[in-house]
């Protein structure tokens, strides 16, 4: 496997709302992280919520006064408003106003778009994820399990939805099915994304079975669906290391 964060090439300006489950945070802070060792000036936010990150994890945060945000500084910028929840100190979006007209000055933009009550897998309402409209890629991380795991609400965040989505029921052995489901099916992450493009992040592949996984789980969605997104990514946040699976071509976009 290469280094992980050139499994996802930085390019020109992005803003990059990153949902799903099962590591979107830790994506969040390696992505910024790398980015900021390149010299750029990078922006993270959340348009639900989100932990406050260490201090060692950012150079510069804004709580209050987000027209400041439009003269973006070196390194990386968190902003948000504080909150507790749960005995947590976290952070909520900012003025949608604001945030979006500082944007642009920032060389890439992570916005933390979606939640899942730190479980593996969900299901997702009508208004989730919440992607605004100068989104430019969806990133999707889906943690990678193992096949058989039983489908309960100690895993699944909206169990019942995530029933309708991927037809399957409670207690159900997990499948490579129901991974398809969870990127094409009814209330899934292409449907979910719309006309922003997607790119598909299986998180926690550690070992050559699970990689294999990834590979069968990818062999079985219809070539439509596969030439519709932007690329498939295998990998782990925590060994900063990933492949590639699928990459569209410049013909195909």
């Not at 992505?31 to 260490?54: H, N």
């Not at 000055?105 to 479980?119: C, F, I, K, N, P």
């Not at 991927?166 to 449907?191: M, N």
Request: include cysteine.
């Amino acid at each position: 496997m290469a280094v992980l964060s050139r499994c996802f090439p930085a390019a020109n300006q992005q803003v990059i709302a990153v949902v799903g489950s099962g590591g979107k945070s830790s994506l969040c802070q390696y992505l910024a992280a790398a980015w900021r060792k390149m010299g750029k000036k990078v922006l993270m936010s959340t348009t639900t919520k989100i932990l406050l990150p260490s201090n060692s994890q950012y150079d510069r945060l804004v709580t209050g006064d987000f027209s400041q945000l439009g003269k973006a500084t070196a390194g990386i910028t968190i902003a948000g408003v504080p909150m507790m929840q749960d005995q947590q100190q976290k952070l909520t979006m900012p003025d949608e106003a604001l945030l979006t007209k500082a944007l642009s000055a920032y060389d890439q933009v992570l916005l933390e778009a979606d939640g899942s009550r730190q479980l593996p897998l969900k299901g997702w309402g009508p208004h989730e994820p919440v992607i605004l409209p100068p989104t430019t890629e969806v990133l999707a991380v889906l943690p990678l399990l193992p096949l058989g795991t039983p489908l309960t609400q100690q895993v699944v965040h909206r169990l019942p939805l995530f029933m309708t989505m991927t037809g399957a029921k409670a207690g159900d052995p997990l499948s490579l099915s129901h991974y398809r489901q969870i990127i094409a099916g009814r209330g899934g992450l292409l449907e979910k994304a719309g006309k922003v493009p997607l790119t598909i992040f299986f998180n926690q592949v550690e070992s050559k079975a699970a990689l294999q996984q990834t590979e069968d789980i990818l062999a079985g969605l219809v070539p439509e669906i596969r030439a519709s997104l932007v690329a498939v990514v295998a990998g782990s946040v925590q060994q900063e290391k990933g492949v590639i699976l699928w990459q569209r071509s410049r013909k195909q976009s």
